[in-house]
């Protein structure tokens, strides 16, 4: 090739020092290595000094710098003000605790490459292998699909898009919701999550579409109450579609009456859909696993593997009864895409059974934590978290001053610092002050929420990392925070 001497045709992204590259690799993984262990020493969580925050609002790099110094920053201030959902005491929402293998597969996918789209790759083979792996664990049949995504949400869209599609009496890929006969109702519980809002809103079905059913006092769906509100919608000319059962819901960890609820779809010839992306996995757990019998027998099922797998984020998945109803919502045929018996293209392509086109390697993160760990450990820690919610209820209920607030049905305890005498409004400024000093003393984080109009702390136990002795100093600091803030705000005049 004749070269042009105005134009560099040897460009790359390539390191232009091997050596240098190496060492710093080394050393982000020796002070990885380093933070994990000794992660309890330090606070869950710090506020951001400005000059940190400054740090982030410069404009885009128009040179290089070296990746030593690049990674510097990201040692230096990136690291220290990270969410603290990988520390021991870390309570909050709810949000795996990540783990070292998992990390170490996300720096392996990136370094593979592999576009998990389509193609004829053993990443695709570690896909796949990841998605019967689920399957087994959730004791779906043989012969139901699974895909991969994001995380819960866009696991729950795709099992609703395809309730949807299977419920709507009309080809609606072809002729779209306009031309359907009857509008379509879902039914879920007072507690579902709010992705399923964000879900009927994508979906053109609309927030009203979405019937809201009351709970018992243990936050499961009442399914008397849901039979009826089928029934008068039935009454009405409207087509009862598809039911979304919760397992483990985000405000109490309560899990819907499964069983009750596949009975129901069944006699109703309506979609079962569960939103497991808290509980799904207690299936794996042996002390627990009957809390949510009939799982299996859902059309759709969305669980996250980035609760209680651990999987750094972000990983969810999606599995789907109906394997050929599930590729039949997704699936397309462009004619870039041909599948192809021989060659690079002869794969299966894992694109068909979703929204995304390209996909990213994230099953190697479960693929090699499952193989690393074993399915059983996974299970135990689910007990052990399980067990801990109920030693956090055991010590609330022992003390007069602690408020338990909703029934501990799996891992997540809701609580309050309530010495009694206190009208709802100061109860609700007090705890609220309670949790934030909390936050900002590193010493622990939990989150909070309202059930039933009053105001709780929410702790969530989806931590491998936690020890008992955790939980008796998050339980003592309540107490002596409650107190001294109760003092504080009697002394005012
Ligand atoms: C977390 C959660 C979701 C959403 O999952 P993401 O992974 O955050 O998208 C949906 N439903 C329930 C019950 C959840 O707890």
Known sequence: ????????????????????????????????TDRIRTLRDGPVWQPMPEDVRAA???????????LREVYEQVATQVIPHAMGNVHPRFWAWYMGAGDLAGALADFLAGVDGSNLGVGDTAASLVDQQVTRWIREMMRFPEGASG????????????????????????????????QMER??????????????????????????????????????????????????????GIKPACVIATAGSTNTGSVDDLNAIADLCARERIWMHVDGCIGALIAIAPRNAHLVDGIER???????????????????????????????T?????????????????????????????????????????KHHGVEMFGRLIDQNIYQARYLTGLVEAEPSLELMAPTATSVVCFRFNPGGSTEDALRALNTELLLRLQESGLCVHSDTTLRGRYCLRVAFCNHRTRPSDIDELAAAVLLLGNELLQASRSIP
């Open 1 to 32: 090739m004749k070269s042009d001497p105005k134009f560099d045709d040897a460009l790359t992204l390539d390191p232009g020092d091997w050596t240098e590259f190496r060492a710093v690799a080394h050393a982000a993984i020796d002070d990885a």
């Open 56 to 66: 982030f609002s410069g404009p885009v790099p128009s040179g290089p710098q070296s």
């Open 147 to 178: 895909a991969l995504v994001s995380g819960g949400t866009m696991a729950n869209i795709i099992g609703l898009t395809a309730a949807r599609n299977a419920m709507a009496g009309i080809d609606l890929r072809k002729h779209g919701l306009a």
């Open 183 to 236: 509008p379509l109702a879902f039914y879920a519980s007072d507690q579902v999550h709010s992705c399923h809002h964000k879900a009927m809103n994508l979906l053109g079905l609309g927030a009203n579409a979405l019937r809201h059913i009351p709970t018992d006092d243990g936050y499961r769906i009442d399914v008397r109450a849901l039979r009826d509100a089928i029934a008068a919608d039935r009454k009405s």
């Open 298 to 328: 859902a059309d759709s099922l969305a669980l996250d593997l980035h609760k209680w797998l651990h999987a750094p984020f972000d990983v969810g998945c999606v599995l789907m009864r109906d394997r050929a109803r599930h590729r039949s």
């Open 330 to 370: 997704f699936a397309e045929n462009a004619e870039y895409l041909q599948p192809a018996t021989r060659g690079l293209a002869a794969g299966e392509f894992l694109h068909d059974f979703t929204l995304e086109t390209s996909r990213g390697f994230r099953a190697l993160k479960v693929w090699m934590m499952l």
